[in-house]
């Protein structure tokens, strides 16, 4: 009806050569439906044509019920079922291949300070310890293969932390003592830490890298140990290994870390971030 009465104003009021062709250009276009459409969502044209406002206040009378307004962005706040401190330990002794039933992606978070492309690109091969000045913090560090790879792995973790691990996001764990037959041999870990919020997800993966250190003595590591004790601090950094060449320190990479998880293999529980280092060797706690 709208449309008709456009038409009928158009051509009565209007000049052109050919009344069909203009209205189909208009038509055609949806140029002329626009325009009728503005007749129902501005205030103006509807007073002109029906002589009143349409206000959603009138309709008020027809529901009895107020509802608040709601915001764009739905507010989700997951809930997850309480569980029994007997089952839950019961899940915790069970074989690490089980894992709960998983029907929501949001029940999975993963945690990760480890860049797996970078990590494998980099060929980390060994530990280094030692100190760079009698007033500076120890120094711990990691000795790769590829320049490019460790620049990337430190670089993007001072981008992330700074240069202070404030939150000691970095894992760093030394598990000593797994072998009877190399008492001085022991493993280095780096993953995440745990995460801070357990009720965030009701599976939490880490993502690690582990390695076996086999030193004819335990002396530079107790050296560094004691040195770290005294400072309360160490620098870790990476170190560059280059075949024919002597090692490169790579100083202006560090990152300053607080914390060091030192533990002995038999002191170990199956929920610490250095049971990987033993699950990955058929050591498992």
């Not at 038509?27 to 205030?43: N, T, Y």
């Not at 590591?221 to 004691?226: E, K």
């Not at 160490?234 to 300053?256: A, C, D, I, N, R």
């Amino acid at each position: 009806m709208l449309l008709e009465i456009a038409a009928t104003i158009f051509s009565a009021t209007c000049n052109f050569k050919s009344f069909a062709d203009a209205a189909t250009r208009l038509l055609e276009a949806d140029a002329g439906m626009d325009r009728v459409a503005l007749i129902g969502s501005l205030c103006l044209s509807r007073q002109r044509v029906f002589s009143g406002v349409s206000r959603v206040s009138a309709w008020e009378k027809h529901s009895p019920r107020r509802y608040e307004a709601r915001s764009s962005r739905p507010a989700i706040t997951p809930e997850f079922p309480a569980q029994a401190a007997s089952a839950a330990a019961d899940v915790e002794q069970r074989d690490e291949k089980y894992f709960p039933k998983v029907t929501d992606h949001r029940d999975v978070k993963v945690h990760s300070v480890i860049d797996a492309h970078l990590w494998d690109r980099a060929a980390w091969a060994g530990t280094a310890f030692g100190t760079l000045d009698l007033m500076a913090p120890p120094f711990l560090a990691f000795m790769f293969r590829d320049n490019e790879a460790a620049t990337k792995i430190f670089e993007r973790w001072r981008d992330r932390f700074g240069m202070i691990d404030k939150g000691e996001e970095i894992h760093i764990g030394i598990v000593r003592r797994f072998t009877v037959e190399h008492p001085a041999h022991y493993g280095m870990v780096v993953t995440s830490n745990h995460p801070t919020d357990p009720s965030a997800a009701r599976i939490s993966m880490l993502a690690s890298r582990s390695l076996t250190m086999e030193p004819a003595d335990d002396s530079n590591l107790t050296r560094f140990l004691g040195d770290f004790e005294k400072a309360g601090a160490y620098l870790f950094m990476p170190m560059l290994l280059t075949p024919g060449q002597p090692p490169v320190l790579m100083k202006e990479h560090s990152l300053l870390k607080r914390e060091l998880h030192v533990k002995m293999a038999a002191d170990i529980a199956p929920n610490d971030l250095e049971n990987v280092f033993l699950k990955l060797r058929g050591l498992k706690m």
